[in-house]
């Protein structure tokens, strides 16, 4: 099992590029989630999912997009990078019915320039 | 704004001592609360939660106390151990899933 696992790890983009980060749980869960965390900021989150094929806003949504194609897979995009985007990325899933416990990624570490 | 907050941005405590960390909250409608643990380079991992309908959670060296009416929440780590020395983010959900952060507060344990 390998739990949650993120896609890559660190990544340095130039103003204006874009990317997509992959996350990915092998543990069947309903719900997923991209958070950004940020110095002083705790964690915030971006986009989640209640299930395949379904996305809503979080927190702070503006400059993202995302994908739950696949029930085990959560792609986060960023169509035109900002330095304001420059942080920490984590994904989490979490089973249905009733509060579960979130189990997080190890992160991905963004620079934008 | 944020819903949650930890206003201690670090903690240093004594090997053997105890830590107690402190969260409070704004949003009346949280009923279940959470504690997480993240090391460095790693993402947060569950430590402990607790009900609104409870006022204490134990496991082993952890313990959460909750006060609704004072909106607030403490967890107590008896005995502290270097291995306890990370950051811990208190959480909050008011609908089963998405949960609210606050800014963590940085445990440091010395020997």
């Known amino acids: 099992n390998a739990g949650v696992t993120q896609t890559p790890k660190f990544r340095v983009l130039k103003t204006g590029q874009s990317m997509t980060l992959l996350c990915a749980q092998d543990?069947?869960?309903?719900?997923m989630y991209w958070y950004r965390q940020d110095p002083g900021m705790g964690l915030r989150l971006i986009h989640y999912?209640?299930?395949?094929?379904?996305?809503a806003k979080g927190e702070v949504p503006d400059g993202y997009n995302v994908s739950r194609l696949k029930k085990q897979n959560f792609l986060l995009g960023l169509e035109s990078a900002a330095p304001s985007q420059t942080s920490v990325y984590f994904c989490?899933?979490?089973?249905?019915?009733?509060?579960?416990?979130?189990?997080f990624g190890p992160g991905t570490r963004l620079t934008v320039l | 704004d944020q819903q949650v907050k930890q206003n201690s941005p670090s903690l240093s405590v004594q090997e053997g001592r105890i830590s107690i960390l402190n969260c409070d909250y704004t949003?009346?409608?949280?009923?279940?609360f959470l504690w997480y643990k993240k090391y460095p380079a790693e993402g947060p991992t569950f430590l402990i939660s607790?009900?609104?309908?409870?006022d204490k959670n134990e496991d082993g060296r952890f313990t959460v106390f909750l006060n609704k009416s004072a909106k607030h929440l403490s967890l107590h780590i008896v005995p502290s151990q270097p291995g306890d020395s990370a950051v811990y983010f208190c959480?909050?959900?008011?609908?089963?899933?998405?949960?609210?952060f606050g800014a963590g507060t940085t445990v440091t344990v010395r020997a």
């Open positions: 543990m069947n869960h309903e719900y």
């Open positions: 607790i009900s609104s309908i409870k």
């Open positions: 999912s209640v299930g395949e094929g379904t996305t």
């Open positions: 959480a909050a959900s008011e609908d089963d899933y998405k949960l609210s």
């Open positions: 949003n009346s409608m949280f009923d279940y």
């Open positions: 989490a899933s979490s089973g249905a019915g009733g509060v579960n416990e979130q189990f």
